[in-house]
């Protein structure tokens, strides 16, 4: 397992599965003292690998199911390398090609979860939409109503990226605290998990608002589709909001901002990724003709 995919702080253990003194199939379990799921003490299994072969990668799974058991956890979810905040959710089609950001996973793998006894406990979608600006005046109504009450949207300050990303970490603790399958992530690994970010972000399309008082009130953060060579693609990667409702359309005022940007610098393409099929950016996407293209599933056993 590649280190940089682990989450050292919530790994309790890694497996390897041997066949004739070959490594066959891995996995880890975490243990995350704060995941609950419909209130029970949860833990993950993450960082999963396997050969096609459905009777030993199911084999594996059963047995760190044992093992998590074992460590008292009620129910497991499965993958995900320790938290959301990690790689998590596998592709259940190859339909389109991986966009940036994207992990790969083999299709068989929803096979050895499934004949381990896992069942599907999420969908996640990725929508993609074209160079179309929306017609609602109704952006153009709360983009006046935000300016007249102070609010200020301008791009990331790269030159002091760590204090962002403090002031960001912050934020997130309460505008993600009721997200599904949120837990907590201390300053110092948030901003450690992201260092690398800053060479892929371009300011014009990360944006942070700020009320009249300086407050972080939201952010969009947009990255490059690098591994499509054949047009220009961004991707929509994050948007987060103040939860109260006075700040209710912020992320369609941003995300026009954006897109009227990109669209006049090329951009042919805006991928939407990695939508849960009960939050609240799927309004968002469908805003700006967001149609899917991409489907993602996340598996849980009651144990």
């Known amino acids: 397992m590649s280190a940089k995919n682990l989450n ?27 995941l609950k799921f419909q209130d029970k003490t949860s833990c993950c299994i993450g960082n ?17 199911i044992s093992s998590a ?6 129910f497991i979810v499965g993958p995900m390398n320790g938290s959301t905040w990690d790689n998590y959710r596998f592709s259940d089609h190859h339909d389109q090609p991986l966009f940036f950001t994207e992990s790969y996973h083999h299709l068989y793998y929803n096979q050895h979860f499934m004949a381990a ?13 074209g160079p179309t600006l929306p017609t609602d005046s109704e952006i153009h109504k709360k983009d006046q109503e935000l300016l007249a009450n102070g609010v200020k949207i301008r791009p990331i300050d790269l030159e002091n990226y760590d204090f962002e990303m403090g002031r960001i970490h912050q934020f997130n603790t309460f505008a993600f605290s009721h997200n599904f399958l949120y837990t907590p992530i201390s300053q110092e690994a948030f901003i450690k998990k992201y260092a690398g970010m800053a060479t892929v972000l371009n300011p014009d399309y990360t944006l942070m608002a700020e009320d ?3 407050n972080l009130i939201g952010y969009y953060f947009c990255v490059n589709d ?22 209710r359309g912020l992320g369609h005022v941003m995300g026009h901002q954006i897109y009227q940007k990109a669209i006049s ?6 991928i939407h990724p990695f939508i849960y099929e009960n939050g609240t950016s799927i309004n968002l996407s469908r805003n700006f003709s967001g149609e899917r293209f991409k489907t993602y599933v996340l598996y849980g056993k009651e144990i």
Request: aromatic fraction near 12%; hydrophobic fraction near 35%; charge should be negative.
């Open 8 to 34: 050292e702080d919530l790994l309790k253990d890694c497996y390897v599965l041997l066949l004739d003194g070959e490594p066959v199939a891995r996995a880890a379990l975490y243990i995350n003292p704060h």
């Open 48 to 64: 999963y690998e396997s050969i096609d072969n459905v009777e030993i990668g199911s084999a594996l799974l059963r047995y760190v």
């Open 69 to 74: 058991k074992i460590h008292g956890s009620e």
């Open 117 to 129: 006894g896992f069942g599907v406990i999420a969908h996640y979608y990725s929508n993609i939409a």
């Open 212 to 214: 009249a008082d300086g």
């Open 226 to 247: 690098k591994f499509n060579g054949s047009e220009k693609s961004l991707i929509f990667k994050t948007l987060v909001r103040h939860p109260d409702s006075k700040w």
């Open 265 to 270: 610098e090329g951009y042919k393409s805006f």
